[in-house]
């Protein structure tokens, strides 16, 4: 952990059951005409909450325009919603969803207002140049706890194939203008849903918590999610999955995620997850539950035997402390046995989809691990040693 450090910007936050109703004061704020509403393609819908979204925009005389987003948001999707867009008068966009379409919505309040393809400034794929910063005022509102998204600065955008990618568009004025966190809004995801994005929200907790960019300040934000989260994980995918103070400790866990993230970085999960992404049909969520447990596992191998005492082994220890039946292990390396076993035991409890069942083989894993990164990781793990992690979840 380092004390010498700086903090991204995080937007203004309306964390609680009922907060949706700011949605009328944002928009009378901004003295917004024309809203682009950007949803899912029917969660809101099931909900009855579309009808009371509408309400409150029209409870701030703006008129509205809903486009749907049904996946993860592809380059083709945002450059033919801006083309439609450009040039309409459009003052604010409001993104009610996953973390796909709150991607969705920072990318189309990005380029409306300059009508050119996103492909000009992707990182990594793009033609490079430097966006301008100028974007259409964003509010944020999630429907799932995983990905942080509404307190990021960059858009996630994938083209899945043999040769796809998942890349960011980024700019530090693409952190939302607002967020909404309403427990009413969150009930509603399925079980399979909540424990890709409630894995994938832990894994962006740890994997900054172990980084060896920490602040004391991440710190302070990520342990106060972890401490929200661990404890209703499997409730919001079990019996407490219709209770909204459940379903807003995850999402208030995934929000801290997401500072985490923005400010200390993630580690190896997140390092494949990238160009397993982008070659293959698997949600993110899935692919960060999926090897969450595996890579710890990995971790911990390699810090014993080559770096024992790396201040992550601590850390690793106390996050192992926090979980279900971990409160009496004094000794580190009892904790970080139970850490890496819960994880393990988390992941096949969820029912968490394997790698095989997206199509990816043995075959694959060598593409795979080239294309990983180890930023962040607490440990340099060798490319073996990443191979194994991923075999184990074939």
Not at 68 to 86: K, R, Y
Not at 314 to 323: K, S, Y
């Amino acid at each position: 952990m380092t004390v010498s450090f700086s903090f991204a910007r995080v937007p203004p936050i309306h964390c609680g059951t009922g907060t949706l109703k700011e949605i009328t004061a944002w928009l009378r704020s901004l003295k917004a005409e024309s809203v682009l509403l950007l949803t899912g393609r029917a969660s809101l819908q099931e909900m009855g909450q579309l009808s009371v979204v509408m309400s409150l925009i029209d409870d701030a005389g703006a008129k509205h325009s809903h486009v749907i987003c049904a996946g993860e948001p592809s380059t083709e999707l945002v450059d033919q919603t801006t083309q439609h867009w450009f040039g309409q008068g459009i003052d604010a966009v409001i993104g009610i969803g996953g973390g796909s379409v709150i991607d969705f919505g920072k990318a189309i309040a990005a380029m409306i207002p300059h009508g050119n393809s996103v492909l000009d400034h992707l990182e990594g794929v793009g033609r490079g140049l430097a966006h301008s910063g100028i974007t259409l005022p964003f509010l944020a509102i999630p429907t799932t706890s995983g990905t942080g998204g509404e307190v990021s600065k960059n858009a996630v955008l994938s083209d899945v194939g043999p040769d796809g990618y998942k890349k960011s568009l980024r700019h530090n004025n693409f952190v939302p203008s607002a967020v909404i966190l309403d427990g009413s809004l969150l009930t509603g995801a399925a079980a399979d849903v909540t424990a890709a994005c409630g894995m994938d929200a832990f894994t962006q907790l740890l994997e900054p918590f172990l980084s060896p960019t920490a602040s004391p300040l991440s710190d302070a934000i990520v342990w106060s999610g972890l401490q929200h989260l661990v404890p209703n994980l499997r409730r919001a995918c079990g019996e407490g999955s219709t209770d909204p103070q459940v379903r807003l400790h995850m999402a208030y866990g995934s929000l801290c995620s997401g500072i985490g993230l923005a400010n200390a970085g993630l580690g190896i999960v997140h390092g494949l997850a990238g160009p397993i992404g982008g070659w293959f049909p698997m949600p993110h969520g899935v692919i960060c539950g999926t090897l969450m447990g595996a890579a710890q596992q990995q971790n911990w191998s390699a810090l014993k035997q080559r770096d024992p005492h790396n201040p992550a082994v601590e850390r690793m220890a106390r996050v192992g402390r926090l979980l279900p039946g971990g409160s009496h292990l004094t000794q580190n390396n009892a904790a970080v046995d139970h850490l890496t076993d819960c994880l393990v035991q988390w992941v096949d409890e969820l029912k968490i989809p394997r790698l095989s069942d997206y199509g990816i083989t043995h075959g694959d894993l060598d593409r795979i691990v080239g294309a990983a990164s180890n930023r962040n990781n607490p440990i340099a793990l060798t490319p073996s040693e990443i191979k194994t992690l991923l075999e184990t979840r074939l």
